[in-house]
T-cell receptor, first 114, second 112 residues
């Protein structure tokens, strides 16, 4: 069964550094998402992306965050200047076009900001 | 706004016990409802779904029925196993929107 893949599985970075989290969505999916889960807390929506542009973003997704689909397969989340509170598990997801299609999630990237 | 409320954990049961994890939702329109499961150290996996009232989603012995009259989607399993230990998330997608909204998750511990 096709999967959403994310790399790296764990990223450690120093405060103030830029990080790029990478995702390869399922190939025939057209909606892409990033969610994050701070340890032990709720899974929170960050951003959705469709037709090469952001379709919706949460208040968490401030100017420090950006997303890009640089080629036909990758979907990246960039955090420009990381803060300690950015430490979390970041999940990429994709879905087909179609009403209420379920999201398929990757295994996540654990980001640790020191 | 749209939201999902699920019972707080952790829930601890013995193997072969009956499981219910309650989930209720608030949404305008007619959402699709989902249960996702997160096993230790892994990502979120779709467990089951239901897209309209009275639909029953089922997978791996788990079931949930979309009850519009009570705005609920309770997860049940007749006989749990140790391998079912995980965090379970109830979620919805409305037909106005494309993003999924999660409940806070319920951690399930199954004791041998």
């Amino acid at each position: 069964e096709p999967e959403v893949t994310q790399t790296p599985s764990h990223q450690v970075t120093q405060m103030g550094q830029e990080v790029i989290l990478r995702c390869v969505p399922i190939s025939n999916h057209l909606y892409f998402y990033w969610y994050r889960q701070i340890l032990g807390q709720k899974v929170e929506f960050l951003v959705s992306f469709y037709n090469n542009e952001i379709s919706e973003k949460s208040e968490i997704f401030d100017d420090q965050f950006s997303v890009e689909r640089p080629d036909g397969s990758n979907f990246t989340l960039k955090i420009r200047s990381t803060k300690l509170e950015d430490s979390a598990m970041y999940f990429c997801a994709s879905s087909e076009v179609g009403e209420n299609s379920p999201l398929h999630f990757g295994n996540g990237t654990r980001l640790t900001v020191t | 706004g749209d939201s999902v409320t699920q019972m707080e954990g952790p829930v601890t049961l013995s193997e072969e016990a009956f499981l219910t994890i309650n989930c209720t939702y608030t949404a305008t329109g007619y959402p699709s409802l989902f249960w996702y499961v997160q096993y230790p150290g892994e990502g979120l996996q779709l467990l089951l779904k239901a897209t309209k009232a009275d639909d029953k989603g089922s997978n791996k012995g788990f079931e949930a029925t979309y009850r519009k009259e009570t705005t609920s989607f309770h997860l049940e399993k007749g006989s749990v196993q140790v391998s079912d230990s995980a965090v379970y998330f109830c979620a919805l997608i409305t037909n106005r929107d494309d993003k999924i909204i999660f409940g806070k998750g319920t951690r399930l511990h199954i004791l041998p």
